[in-house]
């Protein structure tokens, strides 16, 4: 068990563990320290000396993030000195610093900017021209980062990312004393399955990402909890969007996860989201209303008298493959089936037991959620299932649903479609155009991830809640919608039910979901940071619930 400390800080005594340093003591006791080389995921250098402040029985004042705690130890960060000291550094910076936050792409995210605003001097003493790197402005180093040195401080945190996190070691000091710059070794590039993170952690707009500079203002996106959907990791996430276009991903804190970072791989996903094609549903190559729509489905359905298989995703919510294992598989005798790619690995860093080694966690399934499928109910395919069956042509289901059009790369197969094609009716839920949803006989527009709300459960078992960002645009719906509502058709649910309602009963029968709390915060996780460089400074984001709606009735068998 870790030990504490009881330290005071500017009078305010607080508790902290034994292995904290000045700074996460400050920090603990609600006092922030202005830093900028100071990284909870990095190691420490005292690099930048901006967290000074003093410390009773030392001499001089200190970096704090350099200083280990003790018990009893009284820290002071509002003196005459600390603010001397911290004031000296800050202009040291601004003299070479160029003035640009205007067109910087990291002005309301920039810890330069945001000290200077709270604790810089209010004039500057220096007239002379900024210092210029010649060939090192607004430079390509790599597939996802772009570096411009006139706006580095030098403090070190890319070159700690790329060798204690990714251990690719691009990035390194160049050069010496006042021509000195971070640049990639000669003849390499920025070039790691993390890289993104590098200009995360960059407290000032020197690294910023070729895909989301220019995109939007930091200050205009809000904010939303998620989970990334590239694999099964389930990586903490935040969906930065406005006006109902999403911009970017960026990490949230999760130490038993994905820690500080996001692969590249699931950063970069996000322009996905905005690709909404469909928006009417389609019977019979005739747009027509969602009342006919599901009638269309439940005359076919009725008519095939259990002959039919519907394919869940491990792509979607484990609440929305439950109401398809309860509607389909348990009250009509369907079929309930997922597959799953195995694709590419994808890994994060996050820290061991001992809170201190970084270790990887890998996922190799294409899909967020084969777990929480599997655990709702839904069977996991294989050579031996239903799809393999319909694929060899030893199945001909009369219905076959599509709760997901991207359920897996082989629906993008033309054999495969030519497979499905052969049910009496094919029924597909997609966002976009293809093959597939050109194929199907009862088309359902649907929307993305982001539109909706529920928990997946990642490759450590873990259940995890996604959060909606916005609502589908209108008529569009989610999956869970479609399925309430044709559950209704059959008596079964209500359409007044969210994923909230629908959780709170799965509590009962689902393995892994017993006495979960769809509020708590291991379900939960962290809320979206203010900015990607500062992972530890959140928003204080009120957890969003669902909307007070009856409990969920008793499903019938
Ligand atoms: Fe302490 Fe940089 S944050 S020296």
Avoid at 235 to 254: L, Y
Avoid at 365 to 380: M, Q
């Amino acid at each position: 068990m870790s030990k504490t400390a009881k330290v005071t800080v500017d009078g305010r005594s607080v508790d902290v563990p034994d292995n904290s340093n000045a700074l996460e003591a400050c920090r603990a006791a609600g006092v922030e320290v202005p830093h900028f080389c100071y990284h909870p995921g990095l190691s420490i250098v005292g690099q930048c000396r901006m967290c000074m402040v003093e410390i009773e029985g030392m001499p001089k004042i200190a970096a704090s993030c350099t200083v280990p705690i003790r018990d009893g130890m009284v820290i002071k960060t509002d003196t005459e000195k600390a603010h001397a000291a911290r004031n000296s550094t800050m202009e040291f910076l601004l003299i070479n610093h160029p003035l640009d936050c205007p067109i910087c792409d990291q002005a309301g995210e920039c810890k330069l900017q945001d000290n200077a605003v709270t604790g810089g001097l209010p004039v500057s003493r220096t007239s002379e021209a900024r210092r210029q790197y010649p060939g090192y402005e607004r430079t390509d180093i790599g597939k996802h980062v772009i570096a411009d040195m006139t706006r580095c401080i030098q403090c070190t945190r890319c070159i700690r990312f790329c060798e204690e996190i990714t251990e690719t070691g691009e990035l390194s000091f160049i050069e010496r004393g006042g021509h000195t710059i971070v640049w990639t070794h000669e003849g390499r590039a920025l070039d790691n399955e993390l890289s993104g993170c590098a200009a995360d952690v960059c407290p000032v707009g020197a690294l910023t990402t070729k895909e989301f500079r220019f995109r939007k203002r930091a200050w205009w996106l809000d904010k939303t909890r998620s989970v990334c959907t590239g694999c099964e990791v389930g990586c903490n996430i935040a969906v930065e969007h406005k006006d109902r276009v999403v911009h970017r991903f960026i990490p949230r804190v999760n130490a038993d996860v994905n820690d500080f970072w996001i692969c590249d791989f699931g950063r970069f996903r996000s322009e996905e989201l905005n690709e909404q094609e469909l928006f009417r549903p389609v019977v019979r190559g005739k747009e027509t209303s969602w009342g006919d729509a599901q009638d269309a489905i439940k005359a076919a359905v009725d008519a095939a008298q259990k002959d039919v298989l519907v394919l869940g995703s491990a792509k979607l919510s484990t609440e929305t493959n439950w109401l398809a294992a309860q509607l389909f598989g348990k009250h009509l005798g369907a079929n309930v089936e997922f597959v799953v790619d195995r694709g590419d690995r994808h890994r994060v860093k996050n820290k061991k037991a001992d809170g201190n080694v970084a270790g990887w966690l890998e996922g190799y399934e294409a899909a967020p959620n084969s777990r929480g499928a599997e655990a709702a109910g839904v069977t996991r395919g294989g050579d031996t299932g239903a799809l393999a069956a319909v694929l060899t042509g030893t199945l001909l289901p009369k219905v076959i649903i599509v709760l997901d059009a991207a359920f897996s790369a082989k629906a993008e197969d033309p054999a495969v479609i030519a497979a499905l094609r052969k049910a009496g009716t094919l029924i597909v839920c997609s966002r976009r155009r293809s093959a597939l949803a050109a194929a199907a006989d009862v088309l359902l527009p649907v929307g993305g991830v982001h539109n909706d709300e529920g928990t997946f459960v990642n490759v450590q078992g873990r259940v995890q809640r996604f959060d909606c960002a916005y609502i589908p645009p209108p008529i569009v719906r989610t999956q869970l919608e479609i399925l309430t509502h044709l559950g209704k058709k059959w008596g079964l649910f209500d359409t007044r039910w969210t994923a909230r309602s629908v959780f709170e009963e799965m509590r009962a029968t689902v393995p892994g979901y017993a006495g979960l709390d769809w509020d708590s915060p291991a379900l939960v996780g962290s809320a979206p940071s203010a900015s990607p460089a500062a992972p530890h400074d959140v928003l204080e984001a009120p957890a969003k619930g669902g909307l007070g709606l009856p409990a969920l009735q008793e499903v019938g068998s």
